[in-house]
């Protein structure tokens, strides 16, 4: 008979029934065990079974619902396995699904990678403009002007562009690139002039001089970056600008190799051609080998492995071999201590492996640098730190030394003994790396000469807006290596205070300035030189300490003396890929905004004047720190904040580069060829 409730099945000696109670709470299985809910009598026999909820002794609150009991089934407990049996089968589940996920990745490449070929004829009748093809001539030397391209009616977003501003870009560097990517493919008609179709991550390029990177995982197709920007590009090389006419002469070699002239006209100039390496008055530089492109780094790997095999021949002899063996980096800045790292980390972890080990003990790695440390621009808690690696590691620093001359076997150079007495010193080689700073291009050459105002021999001089000086106002700009930023604040300021005192009707000379006045002044020299804001934090400071007479305010002369001073405190920028890059965006943001104000300039007729100071501020350029490889172990210099280490500084070394790679395509280049070294090592191939 079934009482309220679940009963419970067979006799307590069943032993299916003891296992299944060996499961239940204590309180439940033994009667002895007293609970606050449960009385004493609940679970008394199999066959008299009284319910908790059929209890007239407990409150109705404290009452244990009905589904807290569960009857017992008579089917026994499944067999459980042991643990090497659960082990193998875990595996087995797991290996069978990474499989099955692995096959449909694999089949989807496949059905990715036939859906990218094509057999039907995709191509229609494109109309082009006569003027594209017949173009009219002009200009001083009565050239073609291209004042229509070819491609100016591939498609209607091109097609609406070809009325708009002619902005024409020179060069396909950091700061080229930069710019590209900032600008809206609506608001110009964009054409990029650059003798290479192809950006080249310079950074890593020493990596490559020696097979750690393969030399495509550093570059990415020009085209690809302007097509996004619905823009233009021609492969020719800018020889001149003619400011007058705005008409920029470019060069092109034809299929018949004759070189080839035309125009192309432009509303704005963008130049960032670069540089190239100064030779700082060296004879014999065409011995040396230098790191600037990607063919650069070919002929170096071809070179480097070119003296291996010849040091392994049975007729070279071991004076031969030691020149042969000798390689020497003339320059101590990041691209030749990188490069050297690069170099000693081949000979050391590939050399051998596949070559004679008599080679090791026999190779010798030279850097020579000019002033008292290597990476002198670092922290020198830093350069110290490079230097002890390269003593670890067996690489000659030779510092306070001036190469004199470079010959086909030898080099010649200076250096200053302990008594400061300079002494000159021969050093055998069969390599030599020239990377000691850099010059201008023949184009910059052209362009300073044309204009008075370019008296600066390495840069073309901008202003704090970047456009060239002495060029029409807003018509050309230069960005990068090619350019640097004049710093002239004093002279600004007199012009301004003079200015001021006219029209105050006031003697400049006799002028005074109180602290309200200085704090006005400060605040315009910020405006418009953003690099000389942390000169100017204490101005209640500056003003007293060159307030020699105390009298509360600061004359003229003081004054002067004081914008000098700021002056001389304002560094160049330095010519690196970051400081590029954030040129060419600010340029691209710049160029937005000027696009946007365009139409109320117009209606307003505003077609004169500093359009650039009234649209968008002057450049400020943020220094993000430094970084490089020292064979092994890297360094870090952020902003006063100094690192150094090992293998876990070299993996963020690489993340730092991995992350400003242009493009996945590139991410998963560098990932591979990491990959690969690791695993097969350095490609020791000559070609």
Not at 137 to 156: E, M, Q, R, Y
Not at 356 to 363: A, F, V, W
Not at 493 to 519: N, Q, S, Y
Request: hydrophobic share 35%.
């Amino acid at each position: 008979m079934r009482v309220g409730g679940p009963r419970l099945l067979g006799p307590p000696s069943n032993p299916f029934f003891q296992s299944t109670l060996r499961q239940w709470p204590r309180f439940l299985r033994n009667p002895s065990c007293h609970h606050p809910y449960l009385s004493r009598n609940t679970y008394r026999t199999p066959q008299s079974v009284t319910p908790v909820w059929k209890s007239s002794s407990l409150p109705s609150s404290d009452l244990v619902k009905p589904r807290f009991l569960r009857p017992i089934s008579t089917k026994p407990l499944p067999h459980r396995h042991g643990p090497l049996f659960r082990f193998f089968y875990r595996s087995l589940v797991y290996t069978g699904g990474f499989v099955l996920v692995f096959g449909v990745l694999v089949v989807g490449f496949f059905v990715y990678d036939a859906s990218t070929y094509r057999e039907d004829l995709s191509y229609t009748d494109i109309p082009v403009a006569t003027e594209a093809l017949y173009p009219r001539k002009g200009g001083p030397k009565n050239l073609p002007i291209a004042d229509t391209l070819v491609s100016d009616d591939d498609c209607p977003e091109n097609t609406r562009s070809k009325h708009k501003p002619k902005l024409v870009v020179l060069g396909s560097g950091w700061g080229s690139v930069a710019l590209l990517k900032q600008l809206n493919p609506e608001d110009y008609h964009i054409t990029v002039v650059s003798p290479v179709n192809y950006f080249l991550f310079t950074p890593m390029l020493p990596s490559a001089t020696v097979g750690t990177l393969e030399l495509r995982s550093l570059v990415e197709p020009i085209r690809r970056i302007v097509q996004r920007v619905k823009g233009h590009f021609l492969r020719a090389e800018a020889v001149n600008v003619v400011l007058s006419e705005r008409l920029l002469e470019v060069a092109q070699v034809d299929p018949t190799g004759e070189q080839r002239h035309f125009y192309l006209p432009y509303d704005k100039l963008v130049i960032g051609v670069g540089s190239t390496t100064n030779a700082h008055g060296v004879k014999g530089l065409e011995n040396c080998h230098f790191l600037k492109t990607i063919e650069d780094a070919r002929q170096i790997r071809n070179k480097v492995l070119q003296n291996l095999e010849h040091a392994c021949l049975p007729t070279t002899t071991d004076e031969e071999r030691r020149r042969l063996l000798s390689f020497v980096v003339s320059g101590g800045g990041p691209t030749g201590v990188e490069f050297a790292a690069e170099l000693f980390d081949l000979l050391n972890e590939d050399l051998g492996r596949s070559f004679p080990k008599i080679l090791r003990n026999e190779i010798s790695v030279h850097v020579i640098q000019s002033r008292g440390h290597i990476l002198n621009t670092y922290d020198e808690a830093l350069s110290r730190y490079a230097e002890e690696r390269f003593a670890h590691d067996q690489v000659e620093v030779l510092t306070n030394s001036r190469v004199k001359e470079v010959q086909p076997d030898k080099i010649l150079f200076t250096q200053k003994d302990e008594s400061g007495k300079t002494v000159t010193k021969e050093l055998p080689m069969g390599f030599c790396l020239w990377s000691t700073g850099v010059a201008q291009t023949d184009l910059c050459k052209r362009i300073a000469d044309a204009l008075d105002v370019q008296t600066n021999r390495h840069a073309l001089e901008t202003d704090t807006h970047l456009r060239l000086n002495g060029a029409p106002l807003g018509s050309v700009y230069a960005i990068g290596d090619c350019s640097t930023v004049q710093n002239n604040v004093a002279d600004h300021l007199v012009t301004f205070l003079r200015t001021l005192a006219v029209e105050k009707g006031k003697d400049p000379e006799k002028m005074t300035i109180t602290f309200a006045e200085w704090r006005k002044i400060a605040q315009r020299v910020k405006q418009r030189f953003p690099q000389a804001s942390d000169h100017l934090r204490r101005l209640d400071k500056l003003f007293e300490q060159y307030d020699k007479d105390k009298s509360g305010t600061l004359d003229f002369g003081e004054m002067h003396e004081l914008l000098i001073q700021i002056d001389s405190k304002l560094t160049s920028l330095p010519a690196t890929a970051q400081r590029a890059a954030q040129q060419g965006e600010y340029l691209g943001k710049k160029f937005n905004k000027l696009a946007r104000a365009a139409p109320g300039m117009a209606a307003n007729e505003m077609s004169y004047g500093d359009l650039d100071d009234a649209v968008y501020k002057a450049f400020e350029y943020r220094h993000l720190g430094s970084l490089a490889y020292i064979g092994n172990s890297a360094v870090f210099d952020f902003n006063g904040l100094s690192f150094s280490g090992g293998l876990l500084a070299v993996y963020l070394w690489r993340s730092v580069y991995f992350a400003q790679s242009v493009s996945f395509r590139t991410r998963v280049l560098l990932a591979m060829d990491w990959s690969k070294r690791a695993m097969f090592g350095r490609d020791l191939m000559h070609y």
